[in-house]
């Protein structure tokens, strides 16, 4: 079974900041990532995924997220966060088996 | 609107009442999942139904009961009730391991 880490539980930055949110899974035997929002009381929304090819995938809203398979990470930034991007990220991981595997997630707050 | 719709989007029970979640999509998917998301807590998979059979189901009590008449519904029928099992309910579709998950927005749940 996959597991899926997500280090930092909270992520404040300040409006226009850089941000990069974190996220590891065990093993890179033939997996699919993505990277979900949720914002307060909503479902989860994808916002990009990483298949194969290009390690770097951009998504909505301005973020990307880069597979790096030596250090299976898979790590969402975006330049210039804006207040809309306060909410909870979560990492997610499929595997060969159609399993999915989804981190703890990451509470992003913009601050103004 | 994701494709996947969920009501009632709030319900307020006490603990001796029976009610029920419904979950509804048209993307053609053939697997539907009920989840659970406590606070401050990870999203804990519940209910699994792969072509309209149950394949996994998380050890959940067995005052919460899955039922998938068709690949498009999903129903989760409560009773007798906690008020732990205060919490956003999920449900999420998905016809492959490439395009991950589509989520409901939830049916925000309060046991009194």
């Known amino acids: 079974a996959q597991s899926v880490t997500q280090l930092d539980s909270q992520v404040p930055v300040f409006e226009e900041a850089p941000v990069e949110l974190r996220c590891n899974y065990s093993?890179?035997?033939?997996?699919?990532l993505f990277w979900y929002v949720q914002y307060p009381n909503q479902g989860l929304q994808l916002l990009l995924k990483?298949?194969?090819?290009?390690?770097l995938v951009k998504g909505i809203n301005g973020f990307e997220a880069e597979f790096n398979k030596s250090q299976t990470s898979f790590h969402l930034r975006k330049p210039s966060v804006h207040i809309s991007d306060t909410a909870e990220y979560f990492c997610?991981?499929?595997?060969?088996?159609?399993?999915?595997?989804f981190g703890t997630g990451t509470s992003l707050t913009v601050i103004p | 609107e994701t494709g996947v719709t969920q009501t009632p989007r709030h319900l307020v029970m006490g603990m001796t009442n029976k009610k029920s979640l419904k979950c509804e999509q048209h993307?053609?998917?053939?697997?539907m999942y009920w989840y659970k998301q406590s606070a401050k807590k990870p999203l804990e998979l519940m209910f699994v139904?792969?072509?309209?059979?149950?394949?996994e189901n998380n050890s959940v009590p067995s005052r919460f009961s899955p039922e998938c008449p068709n690949s498009s519904h999903l129903f989760l029928h409560l009773h007798t009730l906690q008020p732990e099992d205060s919490a956003l309910y999920l449900c999420?579709?998905?016809?492959?391991?490439?395009?991950?998950?589509?989520f409901g927005s939830g049916t925000r749940l309060t046991v009194v």
């Open positions: 999420a579709s998905s016809q492959d391991r490439v395009n991950g998950y589509t």
């Open positions: 093993s890179s035997v033939s997996v699919y």
């Open positions: 990483y298949l194969s090819g290009s390690t």
């Open positions: 997610a991981v499929s595997d060969p088996g159609n399993q999915f595997y």
């Open positions: 993307l053609g998917h053939n697997a």
């Open positions: 139904y792969s072509l309209e059979e149950r394949v």
